[in-house]
């Protein structure tokens, strides 16, 4: 795992960084094949540049990759 001083979502509350660390795996594993991923989720991961959009699908960033590394 990245240091949190290195870990964009060490800066969020709890919760919150849990929910987008499993977004983040969902992403990675392609489950929003299955499953629909949060609006709110994606635009925020988007926003810290987590997650980017090629092709109307989501993918992880480098930072994104290490995010869940």
């Known amino acids: 795992m990245t240091d949190s ?3 964009p979502l060490s800066k969020l509350d709890l919760e919150k960084a ?3 660390r499993w977004t983040l ?3 990675h594993a392609k ?5 629909s991923i ?3 989720h ?4 988007t926003n ?3 997650v980017e959009i090629r092709d109307d699908k989501p993918w992880l960033t480098r930072p994104g990759l290490e995010a869940i590394s």
């Open 25 to 27: 795996r969902d992403i």
């Open 48 to 50: 810290m540049g987590l």
């Open 31 to 35: 489950r929003w094949t299955i499953t």
């Open 5 to 7: 001083v290195d870990d």
């Open 18 to 20: 849990i929910d987008l």
């Open 38 to 40: 949060s609006p709110e």
């Open 42 to 45: 994606l635009a925020q991961l």
